[in-house]
């Protein structure tokens, strides 16, 4: 349980700040390395990528379990690309998931948009997790996991993942309503009569929801 959220919210930023340092040089790889010092270069390199990523999708994740962000947070949606799943007939794994061109199709990219929560969850619990580049500056990531891994291949740009940190560390919740035989909890980042409103809303469209 998380009782105050800008300690972590604060940990977030220091982790966003020092990976904004090395964005843009992530991959200028130093002349004169050989073959072996290459491979390991780009391997820490994608390491790297890879561990700020998986560290703040689970900072987040916390934050929205302790239910300390905004409804208002929880409702954005954020432009991805999608690569629809083809060859439907064979069975995507650990030992095959490398080939990607072979099940997905990268020449249909749909545009759709993901909420927070599914940028997480894909990203803790990726099957396939890929960085991408644009010569030596990194562009963004291609993820999914194994919930939709036969739905497709989502293409998040580096903007969008900075994006989605900021906006949880400069969310701010000043509004709650527990209902606790109903084990639901509406927060918002509004005050007085304008979060009372926002509550109000969220609660309705719960109900809605649960009807359906």
């Known amino acids: 349980m998380i ?22 040089t992530i991959y200028k790889i130093p ?21 700020f990523i998986f560290l703040s999708a ?5 934050l929205y379990e302790a239910s300390k962000v905004s409804g208002e947070l929880k409702t954005l949606n954020y432009a ?15 030992w095959n998931r490398h080939k990607i061109d072979e099940f997905y199709d990268f ?3 749909r545009k759709i948009s993901l909420s927070i929560e599914t940028f997480y969850n894909m ?13 030596d500056k990194w562009i963004g990531i291609l993820v999914n996991s194994d919930k939709h891994k036969d739905d497709g291949l989502f293409f998040i740009k580096r903007d969008t993942v900075v994006k989605i940190i900021n906006d949880v560390i ?9 209902l606790r035989l109903e ?25 809605k929801q649960d009807k359906t």
């Open 183 to 207: 084990g639901k909890i509406y927060t918002t980042k509004y005050s007085g009569d304008k979060g009372q409103e926002s509550l109000f809303k969220q609660m309705k469209r719960g109900k």
């Open 170 to 178: 400069e969310d701010d919740v000043l509004g709650i309503i527990s």
């Open 58 to 62: 689970f900072m987040i994740r916390k």
């Open 107 to 109: 020449e249909n990219a």
């Open 123 to 135: 990203s803790i619990h990726s099957f396939i997790f890929e960085d991408v580049r644009d010569a």
């Open 80 to 94: 991805c690309i999608k690569y629809p799943r083809i060859q439907m007939e064979d069975v995507i794994d650990k």
């Open 3 to 24: 009782y105050e959220s800008w300690v972590w919210k604060e940990r977030l930023q220091e982790e966003l700040t020092a990976f904004q340092s090395i964005m843009d």
């Open 31 to 51: 002349e004169g390395l050989n073959d072996e010092e290459h491979d390991m270069y780009v391997t820490r390199m994608n390491s790297k990528i890879e561990q």
